[in-house]
């Protein structure tokens, strides 16, 4: 400072004091007259000085500070001080204090007079944790300037007071101008949200703020435990990516707040800068794992699978590329990406769940909540947004919600499946009852018609091993005292014969297993249509069935076989995941009680009915014109 600035500071003793007396009086005056003269000035004068009135606490000072960006990093402090001097800074745009991703150093300036008289000790914190450097000078009436350096790029003890924000404490004499200088140099985000505290008020806002940190990270923590027992005792995989989640966005949220540099690194300001990008990829991966596992994505979109597998790449890659990458490129990027990463898991989230899986519906508003937290963060990030609460702590807004109904949405679908599991072991169980209750059926059909074939039955070579039904041989013994009876009776015995279409064909295309599963399933249904009329039933031979009904005519027997036609034909043959279509010829042949005809020649004549309908293009009953 040269002797004219000494001398106009008051530095030199009771003459200079003196000049400067009757020199701010006549200033004071002048400007008195100007502002009364001419608005316009009164406007000037009001954003160059901010007023603390008796009773303020806490005031920004974005109103009333201007700004100088020093793009190349050329101006040191004297240049600095030249500029605020020579009225060369600039007002804030529209009082935005947030830049976004920029290059080089800002310079801030605010004057102060302080009218609080029983506060004459104030406190300027810069509600941003993630600037590097940041210094402020404090330049009195009298000339004297005070530094005081913050930052992360600094140690953590350096602070005034220990907090996540950068903090100061200075005098403000009551009634004397004061010049704030502050300077600001970082790869972050330049977000620049300066206020001025009393002790008082700073102590009440970090204590309420704490407070709400503190619930925040405890409704993190009670979810994660509460989700750990669930994996320790479900061993699902969707807990476990859970809590990978949790855990890695509750890192991302620690250092974005500052609470990594203040309790994890406070000497190591490379982590405080990188681990920004590197969390926030670890974050994303966890993420898009658990909404894959959760999505069953593989199964239900195995596009949707790749899409998100890609992401995860990208952000592995990414992560890894960080630690070397600088701060302005890394960071940017990887804030960005986020968004694109939850886009990508709504898209597939929409579409899971329009194809029916219901608990993606929970799924899809937990990240709705949290895109929406994250987008008014992270357009805060880049200056498109102004600061208020809803911008400032969208994230943790958003990731709470997130949280909380991806944890209900989990219980949803353990419900869900669990639901399901019971629904396929009760029809598991039907199922059984109903073969039981059918083979039942068949033997005592059996026992009643056949009462001296109880030893035979036990012989496992009369019966069909494929099938379960009765075999050629058996079917020949029984049919003789079926059309005894019917004889002696003078009933009519009608006789089916039953052929599969294109049975072959099925055998060459599905495989032979496919085949035995077509065989019995066309037993089953064939065996529920002649349940109630105590018909004898055999395989036949290969594809061919045949079937004796007592006392039944021809027009009734055609009756019958169409009801066969249509049970085979109306629903496909499950064979594993394929269902396979299957059509039958019958022939029908009615055997007249009076006439003297032997089983080859019943038989003979069903088989001509039964090549009459294979002529006549298959999936069709014929009946017998024989005698």
């Known amino acids: ?122 406190m300027l914190v810069q509600e941003y944790p993630l600037s590097d450097e940041v210094d402020l000078h404090v330049r009195y009436a009298d000339g004297r300037v005070l530094h005081f350096a913050g930052g992360d790029h600094r140690p953590f003890a350096s602070r005034a007071v220990r907090y996540r924000h950068p903090n100061f404490s200075f005098e403000l004499p009551v009634g004397e101008p004061v010049d704030l200088l502050v300077r600001v140099r970082s790869q972050s985000s330049m977000q620049v949200p300066l206020q001025l505290y009393t002790p008082k008020a700073f102590t009440e806002v970090s204590r309420d703020a704490q407070l709400a940190i503190g619930l925040y990270y405890g409704i993190m923590l009670a979810l994660f435990f509460y ?57 994303l991966v966890a993420m898009l794992q658990f909404s894959r596992t959760f999505l069953e994505l593989p199964r239900r979109w195995p596009h949707g699978n790749v899409l998100l597998l890609a992401l995860m790449a990208f952000f592995v890659l990414f992560g890894i590329a960080s630690i070397w990458l600088p701060l302005r ?20 989230t929409i579409v899971v769940l329009r194809r029916g899986y219901a608990p993606a519906s929970l799924l899809l508003l937990a990240w709705s909540m949290f895109l929406l937290g994250t987008a008014a963060f992270t357009l805060l990030a880049f200056g498109l947004l102004p600061k208020n609460f809803a911008t400032e702590y969208g994230v943790q807004i958003g990731s709470a919600l997130e949280m909380l109904l991806l944890s ?81 009776s003078g009933t009519p015995l009608a006789v089916l014969m039953i ?63 169409e009801a066969i036609r249509y049970q085979l034909g109306d629903e496909a043959c499950p064979s594993g995941q394929t269902r396979i279509r299957v059509t039958a010829s019958i022939g029908v042949h009615v055997l007249d009680p009076q006439a003297d005809t032997d089983l080859d020649d019943v038989l003979g004549s069903a088989d001509c009915a039964l090549y009459a309908a294979k002529a006549n293009g298959r999936d069709c009953v014929e009946l017998s014109t024989a005698g």
């Open 227 to 283: 989700n750990l027992v669930l994996w320790l005792s479900l061993r699902d995989a969707s807990y476990f990516w859970y809590l990978c989640h949790v855990s890695a966005f509750g890192l991302v949220l620690f250092t974005l707040n500052g609470l990594g540099f203040e309790y994890l690194w406070p000497h190591a300001p490379w982590m405080a800068d990188h681990m920004v990008p590197i969390s926030i990829c670890l974050a």
């Open 1 to 122: 400072m040269d002797t004219a600035d000494a001398e106009l500071h008051g530095t030199h003793g009771g003459e200079g004091m003196t000049l400067i007396g009757w020199t701010l009086r006549a200033w004071r005056c002048w400007l008195l007259l100007a502002c009364l003269c001419c608005p316009l000035w009164a406007v000037a004068f009001e954003r160059a000085e901010l007023v603390l009135p008796p009773g303020t606490e806490r005031v920004a000072l974005a109103p009333q500070l201007a700004y100088h960006h020093d793009a190349e990093d050329l101006d040191d402090l004297a240049t600095a001080w030249r500029r605020v001097d020579g009225g060369e800074m600039m007002p804030l745009p529209d009082g935005v204090d947030a830049f976004g991703f920029q290059r080089g150093t800002f310079w801030f300036h605010a004057r102060v007079v302080n009218r609080e008289v029983h506060e004459p000790r104030w």
């Open 329 to 348: 490129i890394s960071t940017p990027v990887a804030s960005r990406a986020v968004l694109v990463g939850v886009v990508g898991i709504v898209i597939a």
């Open 499 to 561: 052929d599969l279409d294109h049975f072959k064909s099925i055998n060459d295309r599905h495989g032979h297993l496919a085949g035995d599963d077509c065989l019995r399933w066309a037993a089953r249904c064939i065996g529920r249509i002649l349940r109630p009329h105590d018909a004898l039933l055999a395989r036949f031979g290969g594809e061919e069935f045949v079937v004796a009904i007592p006392d039944c005519g021809l027009a009734e027997a055609g009756v019958i076989a």
């Open 408 to 488: 209900i949405a989990l219980g949803h679908r353990y419900a869900a499946l669990r639901q399901e599991n019971l629904r396929i072991t009760a029809e598991a169980n039907l199922r059984l009852e109903r073969k039981v209750a059918q083979r039942t059926q068949e033997v005592r059909s059996a026992l009643l018609r056949l009462e001296d074939a109880h030893a035979r039955l036990r012989d496992s070579s009369r019966r069909d091993g494929l099938t379960g039904l009765y075999n050629r041989s058996w079917f020949r013994e029984a049919f003789r005292d079926l059309a005894q009876q019917a004889k002696h």
